[in-house]
């Protein structure tokens, strides 16, 4: 026998040993180990907490937190250098979202989600009984109450000028904030009404009488026949005039 079959059969022992053992260091099974959620919670939740702090920042007039919830315990990931956090396409850390963690450098590129619920509380004008729709909205129908900005996705109407006279578009309950799409601005006038035209420009103003064509609704446009027989469009300023600026 040559003396160098006993050593090549070993070198070859040792080879697929050493490649077996590669084979298991480089499996995502075993390295799925070593990747321990609770410090990718504690990721999110702290990007989470800035990018909320530099939000609120820009809102004082807001009180704003966030929790992040937890991974789904059963989750194996590979470890990774580099762990990214993001919002996701078409989300934003208002009320319930999610926030993303994605693995940017490591032996497996891995993406997941946690849920997250942001709270942004702040004044609101809120409805002290139910309002029908159709119903015009006055101040004695509301008080001034902290809400959750974010427990909805429409904007708080703040201003009273954005609903104070407005006419409601469906039915509205006790302790409801108002909101974009609560009120829509209040018809004052029908078609064929009698208004008042008032034309402005540098320096004068002059004003007629004519019969509304079309309903008039306040800061919408309006057409009226004047008593010359002439057709014009104007704003609607309230239940007797239309302005039309020159």
Request: hydrophobic share 45%; with cysteine; net charge positive.
């Amino acid at each position: 026998m040559s003396p160098c079959l006993p050593f090549a059969r070993s070198l070859s022992r040792r080879l697929r040993n050493g490649l077996l053992l590669s084979a298991l260091l480089l499996s995502p099974a075993l390295w799925a180990q070593d990747m321990a959620l609770g410090d990718l919670q504690a990721l999110a939740q702290r990007w989470v907490r800035d990018t909320v702090a530099r939000t609120n920042a820009e809102n004082p007039g807001l009180r704003m937190d966030a929790s992040v919830g937890a991974l789904d315990g059963r989750l194996r990931l590979a470890v990774c250098g580099n762990v990214e956090a993001y919002v996701p396409p078409g989300a934003r850390l208002w009320g319930r979202s999610r926030v993303g963690l994605r693995c940017a450098d490591g032996m497996g590129r891995w993406n997941v989600s946690l849920p997250v619920v942001v709270r942004a509380m702040g004044p609101a004008w809120v409805l002290k009984s139910q309002i029908a729709p159709g119903a015009v909205l006055a101040e004695t129908d509301v008080v001034e109450a902290e809400v959750d900005w974010a427990e909805e996705p429409a904007a708080v109407l703040q201003d009273r000028a954005l609903w104070v006279g407005q006419t409601t578009t469906r039915v509205l309950v006790a302790g409801q904030a108002l909101r974009q799409g609560m009120v829509r601005p209040a018809q004052v006038f029908q078609a064929g009404a009698q208004v008042r035209v008032v034309a402005q420009g540098p320096g004068f103003q002059v004003s007629g009488d004519g019969q509304a064509l079309t309903a008039g609704v306040v800061g919408q446009p309006a057409r009226v026949r004047m008593d010359n027989g002439r057709v014009t469009s104007g704003t609607v300023l309230d239940m007797r005039t239309v302005k039309i600026d020159l």
